[in-house]
């Protein structure tokens, strides 16, 4: 059997090598690593993709949710709700522009925003929503749009981990993730799925000003040469990133469904175990799997942790600690009685290796070893 990788990137690139190989060759030849024409054409094939008027390419997924909040003009002070069950990229952005994180529970069975929690953290000074699409599925994005309209608010999707999943509204239209709130942002990190070879990220919007903006803030502010007209910062994404990322785009729809694939074999395998719990696919949204995430019923989480890493069957947990009991992030004001989902999740997920490259036999030999760990 092939060593399990819990993200294999050698075996992805191995497939796509002469073509990734050839595109950075003709960058270096070329000599434009910023702002270039790949950069250029790729923010268009994405826009494409995601049928959304614009993509302002920037350095990672964290700056991306930043120049947002930046661009929607959120001023100190200014409440912005998020979940408190994700990475602490989207909480840490809040803080560092002096806003006012709020965070909120999530449901159990998608992870995702919890609708009730979010109606009770509004007060007037909430300015904005931050939903986030935890693992590849779409939040309640109905729900969060309505709540958001109700109460005049921006709506910012964090779609790091769900580029190319697909929202479905009650009238069946459809619309890809991270273009149904006021901006979406995302991570080309390595690990997501549509990743680069270093950090990338980007934002998508169909609001012309908006774009106008953000494009002005990722840009040290300046429309002209040396003339800046907002306070922006160095966010670019670069020549070698993007056409790395030219290569891939037509690919993902297919790594999506190489990963819904094998989240298939994992749920058909464990649906004989009641101390395991296989995630769910909310009927408004895909999923695309960026991971793939147990709950635990009874079975030492932490055992199984170890046991499997001693079998040689990477596995994380996402995530071990909800962000209001983070040091950087406590506030008075959080109550343990308002994240009872989130603490139960962090002692009872865990997230198994996930990629486009698990082969039937790997697949065989994780699940059998999982089944007979909490079996015995
Ligand atoms: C990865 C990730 C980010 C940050 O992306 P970077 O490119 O690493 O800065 C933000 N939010 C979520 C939910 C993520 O998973």
Redesign the pocket.
């Known amino acids: 059997m092939t060593p399990i990788q819990m993200v294999d990137l050698k075996g992805q690139y191995q497939k796509i090598k002469n073509q990734i190989d050839s595109s950075i060759q003709e960058v270096l030849n070329a000599a434009a690593f910023i702002n270039g024409p790949e950069v250029k054409n790729f923010q268009k094939e994405l826009e494409e993709y995601l049928n959304v008027k614009h993509v302002i390419p920037c350095a ?6 930043q120049i947002a909040m930046m661009g929607l003009g959120l001023q100190q002070g200014d409440e912005v709700i998020t979940v408190d069950f ?2 602490a ?2 909480v840490e952005v809040i803080a560092l522009l002096k806003l006012t994180p709020v965070l909120v529970d999530v449901e159990a069975d998608t992870f995702n925003m919890d609708i009730e929690a979010l109606k009770k953290a509004i007060t007037p000074k909430t300015k904005a929503i931050v939903p ?1 699409h ?1 693992f590849g599925q779409c939040a309640n994005m109905e729900a969060v749009l309505e709540v958001a309209k109700e109460h005049n608010l921006y709506v910012i999707e ?1 779609t ?2 769900a580029i190319g999943a697909d929202y479905t509204f009650a009238d069946k239209t459809t619309k890809k993730a991270g273009t149904i709130g006021n901006v979406g942002t995302t ?3 390595p690990s ?1 799925n549509l990743g680069c070879y270093g ?3 980007a934002i998508f919007t169909n609001d012309d000003a908006l774009a106008h903006t953000l494009r002005g803030i990722v840009n040290h502010g300046m429309y002209k040469r040396y003339y800046h007209d907002v306070i922006g910062v160095n966010s670019r994404l670069d020549s070698i990133q993007a056409t790395v990322l030219r290569a891939k785009l037509p690919h993902l729809d297919a790594y999506c469904d190489a990963r819904r694939k094998a989240a298939q074999y994992y749920n058909n395998a464990f649906a004989t175990s009641d101390k395991i719990i296989t995630p769910i696919t909310s009927n408004y949204t895909t999923h695309v799997f960026h991971q793939y995430t147990l709950r635990l019923i009874g079975v030492d989480r932490d055992a199984l942790h170890k046991h499997l890493l001693d079998s040689g069957i990477p596995n994380a947990i996402y995530y071990p600690v909800p962000l209001h009991s983070q040091k950087a992030y406590a506030d008075d004001r959080y109550k343990e009685d308002d994240f009872k989902v989130t603490n139960a999740l962090v002692t009872s997920v865990i997230s198994l290796p996930m990629h486009t490259e698990l082969d039937e036999e790997q697949l065989q030999f994780i699940t059998n070893t999982i089944l007979n760990f909490v079996n015995k």
């Open positions: 990672n997924g964290t700056d991306a949710l994700t990475f990229a989207t986030v935890l964090d790091a981990q991570s080309f990190f997501k950090d990338g990220g």
